[in-house]
C-alpha cells in the first residue's frame, strides 16, 4: 500500500511538473507571439479600461492570440500594474512582451500643438477646437463661459495664456490644455515681475502684462523689444498717448478689414490709444516671456518716437522733427513689399495665418509714425471677434 501511494505521490509530482513546465512554456510563447500587424498603426486604450478588456478586444479584432493565458499572466505577475489611457504605436514584428512594456512605463503616443505670440484668444480657441486628438468639451461656449469652466470666473481671457508648445496624450480635454496653458503664463509673469526694474509706471502685474501685449505687437525684430517698450514707457511718464494701431485695431472689432483709415484712429473705443491717455483696459494679444521681460525691463533712452522701415526693423527718434524726416523717407517712398513687421507665421494646421495686408492709400501709423497730411500705413494682424468691454473683471 504504502509502494502504491508513493508511486502515485511520484506520478502527481511528475504530471505537476509536467503541467508547471506546459504552462510556463505556453504563457512564454504567447508572450513572445508577433502581433498581427503588417503595417504601423495605434492602439486606443481609452480611460478606464482594464487589461482583461484589452487581451479580448486585441483578440476579436486579430492583433493577437491566446488572450486567456495573457489575462493569467497579467493577473500572478503585473497586478496592480496601471495601465495609463492613450494611444500606444504598433509596428510590424513587435511582440506581446514589447507592447506589455510599453503599457508598463506609459510609453504612449504624444501630439502637440503650438500656440503662437502674438495670437488672440480666438485664434488660440480656433487652434484648440481644430486639433482632433484632443477631447473638445468648450465648443459652442462664450469666452465668459470657457473662462468659466477653466476655474477663472470672472476673469477676461485675453493675454492670460503662455504661447509655448504643448505635448499631451489623445483624450485630454480642452479644458486641461487651456488650464496648462494659464498656469504657465502666471508663472512666468510672477518670476519676471519679481526681477522687474523698480520705478516702473505700473500698478501690478496685470498692467506690465497690457503693456507687453502692445511690445509683442509693435515688435518686428527680437532685438528691439527693449527700445519699443522704452519708448511706450516714456509716453507712460510723459502723459503722452501710446498711439498705436495694434489696440486700434482691437477695438475695431469685427468691423477692421485689413486697414484703419484716420476716421478709425478719431473713433473712440476702450482700446483706442489715439484718443486715450494710458494703457487700454486689458491685454489686446498673447505674449512671450521675452515681451514681458522687455515691458519690465525697459531699456533706458530719450527716443519718444519710431516708425517702421519696412524690413521689420525701425527708426527712433527723439523730437517730433526727427520723427517726421524718419516717416517721410519711410512712409512716403515705401516699396509695394513694405512691411511694418515680419509676415506672421502660424504653425500648419493649427490655425488660420494671417493674410498679408496690401498698403491701403490711406491706413493707420504706429506709435505717432504719422506725419501731418501723409498716408500712414497698414496694420496685418487680425481683428478679435469682438472688443471686449472694459468692465469685465481683470
Not at 498581427?36 to 480611460?47: A, I, K, M
Not at 488650464?179 to 502685474?205: C, F, G, N, S
Not at 478709425?264 to 489715439?274: G, I, Q, V
Amino acid at each position: 500500500m504504502r509502494r502504491k501511494i508513493l508511486l502515485l505521490l511520484e506520478m502527481g509530482l511528475i504530471l505537476a511538473g509536467l503541467a508547471v513546465g506546459w504552462s510556463a512554456w505556453k504563457v512564454n510563447s504567447v508572450l513572445e507571439q508577433p502581433l498581427h500587424v503588417t503595417e504601423e498603426r495605434l492602439l486606443d486604450v481609452p480611460n478606464g479600461t482594464n487589461p482583461n478588456r484589452m487581451f479580448y478586444r486585441m483578440q476579436s479584432e486579430g492583433l493577437l492570440d491566446d488572450a486567456f493565458w495573457l489575462r493569467l499572466y497579467w493577473r500572478f505577475n503585473m497586478a496592480g500594474t496601471a495601465l495609463h489611457t492613450g494611444e500606444y504605436r504598433l509596428t510590424p514584428g513587435m511582440t506581446v512582451e514589447a507592447l506589455f512594456d510599453a503599457w508598463r512605463r506609459g510609453d504612449v503616443v504624444q501630439y502637440n500643438l503650438t500656440l503662437v505670440e502674438g495670437w488672440t484668444f480666438r485664434q488660440v480657441r480656433t487652434a484648440v477646437a481644430r486639433h482632433e486628438k484632443i477631447k473638445h468639451t468648450l465648443d459652442g461656449l462664450s469666452d465668459t463661459e470657457v473662462m468659466d469652466k477653466l476655474g477663472h470666473t470672472g476673469v477676461f481671457p485675453e493675454g492670460r495664456f503662455f504661447p509655448d508648445t504643448y505635448r499631451f496624450v489623445r483624450g485630454m480635454t480642452d479644458v486641461e490644455l487651456l488650464q496648462q496653458a494659464y498656469m504657465r503664463l502666471e508663472e512666468v509673469l510672477a518670476k519676471e515681475w519679481a526681477d522687474r526694474m523698480t520705478d516702473l509706471p505700473y500698478r501690478d502685474p496685470y498692467q506690465a502684462l497690457i503693456m507687453a501685449s502692445l511690445v509683442e505687437k509693435e515688435t518686428g525684430i527680437p532685438q528691439e523689444r527693449g527700445q519699443i517698450a522704452g519708448v511706450f514707457v516714456r509716453r507712460l511718464r510723459l502723459g503722452m498717448m501710446l498711439q498705436t494701431d495694434p489696440t486700434v485695431i482691437y477695438g475695431m472689432g469685427e468691423r477692421y478689414n485689413g486697414k484703419i483709415t484716420r476716421a478709425d484712429l478719431r473713433a473712440p473705443t476702450p482700446y483706442n490709444t489715439y484718443t486715450m491717455t494710458g494703457l487700454p483696459p486689458t491685454p489686446i494679444a498673447m505674449v512671450g516671456r521675452e515681451a514681458i521681460h522687455a515691458a519690465l525691463n525697459p531699456s533706458d533712452g530719450t527716443s519718444l518716437y519710431f516708425v517702421a522701415r519696412g524690413d521689420g526693423s525701425h527708426v527712433f527718434s527723439d523730437d517730433l522733427d526727427d520723427h517726421n524726416t524718419a516717416v517721410r523717407e519711410y512712409q512716403l517712398k515705401r516699396r509695394a513689399d513694405y512691411r511694418s513687421s515680419p509676415a506672421p507665421q502660424a504653425p500648419q494646421g493649427t490655425a488660420d495665418q494671417a493674410p498679408d495686408a496690401e498698403p491701403p492709400t490711406e491706413a493707420a501709423p504706429r506709435s505717432g509714425e504719422a506725419l501731418e497730411g501723409a498716408p500712414t500705413q497698414s496694420a496685418e494682424e487680425p481683428a478679435p471677434a469682438q472688443a471686449p468691454a472694459p468692465t469685465e473683471k481683470q
